[in-house]
């Protein structure tokens, strides 16, 4: 397949884009500086700009594009940054490959969106059917998705990636844990009781790739592993896999100083469970929370 990449560049979207050459297909990148090689398309997402005609040979578009939630304290303009950065990329991608003749749109669109969508679930399991929640990241992701409109309403089948956790030691969730991990001041956050809809990337890589081929699946998609587990036994996990004692726990006060408005997000509790990719019979090859950790670390 010839796909089109946004944030080919990401924390995700690099190790996608090298897992899906490695599959055989064939990736143009959208980047918004100038074109520096023959697989770049030039694009302007912020004004809403992108050439319907560069995408007429494209079997697949992926959008991973959006700022990352962790590069600094919340504050409005930061969350204007958050929200543009994810539904002008959507917004313009959508309607760009809607705009096409029907014979030359792409046959599926995969689009980023987040767990966020749930709010705080509690101790209450929840599948792709469960409305959104409240809060910042849930309105955002409301949203984001609606974004896609363009896309679905022209006949694209379009599946909205609610993805979790991906654990890989060199970004994400889990590298900014490992040093004070390593340092003996780690441990769980607040009482730990809040669920983490973690997912190895190695899998996470697969459900992506498992999506895309498979034309049955349209709509929102839990992209998180089998078992999510409380901060508690994360905590207790990765103490363990590093020989580390985790007996330091943060309270909430000092995520707050920490974090800003961010902590409210990171204290949430997602209890998120992949029923779409369960009942697709998609295979992990981490199902569990050690193995997870193990192959991240290793």
């Known amino acids: 397949m010839r796909i089109a990449v946004a944030g080919s560049s990401g924390f995700l979207g690099t190790r996608l884009t090298d897992r899906l050459r490695t599959e055989g297909h064939e990736i143009v990148r959208l980047v918004r500086r100038p074109v520096r090689a023959p697989d770049e398309i030039r694009w302007d997402p912020a004004a809403g700009q992108l050439d319907p005609a560069t995408l007429s040979d494209v079997d697949a578009v992926i959008n991973l594009a959006g700022t990352n939630i962790s590069d600094r304290r919340w504050n409005g303009e930061f969350k204007d940054l958050l929200r543009a950065s994810r539904v002008d990329t959507t917004a313009t991608l959508a309607r760009s490959i809607a705009a096409l003749p029907a014979d030359q749109r792409p046959r599926v669109l995969l689009n980023g969106s987040a767990i966020g969508w749930y709010g705080d679930t509690g101790d209450r399991p929840v599948e792709e ?23 679905e309403q022209a006949g694209i089948r379009v599946v909205r990636l609610r993805i979790g956790l991906p654990l890989d030691r060199t970004g994400g969730f889990l590298k900014p844990q490992l040093l004070p991990y390593r340092l003996g001041i780690a441990g769980k956050f607040g009482d730990g009781r809040q669920w983490i809809p973690w997912i190895s990337m190695a899998d996470c890589l697969s459900a992506l790739s498992f999506l895309l081929a498979n034309d049955e699946i349209a709509g929102p998609v839990n992209v998180v592993g089998p078992a999510p587990a409380t901060n508690a036994e994360f ?20 995520l707050r100083i920490l974090l800003g408005e961010m902590s409210i997000e990171a204290m949430r509790s997602l209890r998120v469970l992949p029923g779409v990719l369960g009942r697709a019979g998609f295979h992990y090859e981490h199902p569990d929370l050690v193995s997870a950790l193990r192959a991240a670390l290793d």
Do not use: K, Q, Y
């Not at 059917?129 to 896309?151: H, I, K, S």
């Not at 990765?238 to 006060?253: A, F």
């Open 235 to 254: 905590t207790r996990a990765l103490g363990r896999e590093l020989h580390r004692p985790t007996v330091m726990p943060v309270p909430g006060i000092a």
């Open 129 to 151: 059917d469960a409305p959104a929640g409240d809060g910042f990241m849930a309105d955002l992701c409301r949203v984001w998705e609606a974004a896609t409109a363009p896309a």
